[in-house]
C-alpha cells in the first residue's frame, strides 16, 4: 500500500530538513558542502543525500542499516559522494565550514 507521508529517514522531503539524527552525524563542512550545493545550484539537500545513499547502497548491497547508526553510514556515504563528484559542484574548502556547525545548519 502507497503512503504519501512525507516523512523518510533522511529528513521531512515537503521541507527539506535533514532528520536530527542524520544532522548531527554529519561534519560541519559536509553541513556547508550541502547548504552551498542547495543555494548556488539550486538543488535539494535531501535530494543529494538520497542520490549519495543509492550510490553508497549500489556498492554494499549486503549492508543492513540500523537505527542507531544510521547517520554515520549516510555521513560515510556522503564522504564518498563528495570526493567522487567533487568536479561536478560548487567547491568547499575548510575554512568556509569551520565556524558553523551541524546544529546550526539543519535549515
Same mark, same amino acid.
Given at each position: 500500500? *502507497? !503512503?504519501s507521508d512525507p516523512i523518510h529517514p533522511l529528513g521531512h522531503e515537503d521541507s527539506d530538513q535533514i532528520d536530527p539524527t542524520v *544532522?548531527? =552525524?554529519l561534519t560541519p563542512y559536509e553541513m556547508e558542502w550541502l547548504r552551498r550545493q542547495c543555494h548556488e545550484l539550486k538543488l535539494k539537500k535531501l535530494q543529494i543525500l538520497?542520490? *549519495?545513499l543509492f550510490e553508497w547502497i549500489s556498492e554494499h548491497p549486503g549492508y543492513r542499516f540500523y537505527e542507531e547508526d #544510521?547517520?554515520? !553510514?549516510?555521513?560515510? *556515504?556522503?564522504?564518498? #559522494?563528495i570526493?567522487?563528484?567533487?568536479?561536478? #559542484?560548487?567547491p568547499v574548502t575548510a575554512d568556509d565550514a569551520s565556524d558553523k556547525t551541524?546544529? !546550526? =545548519?539543519l535549515g
Open positions: 500500500m *502507497a !503512503t *544532522a548531527r =552525524a538520497r542520490q *549519495a #544510521f547517520g554515520d !553510514t549516510m555521513r560515510i *556515504a556522503l564522504e564518498k #559522494f570526493r567522487q563528484h567533487s568536479r561536478e #559542484f560548487v551541524p546544529n !546550526t =545548519a
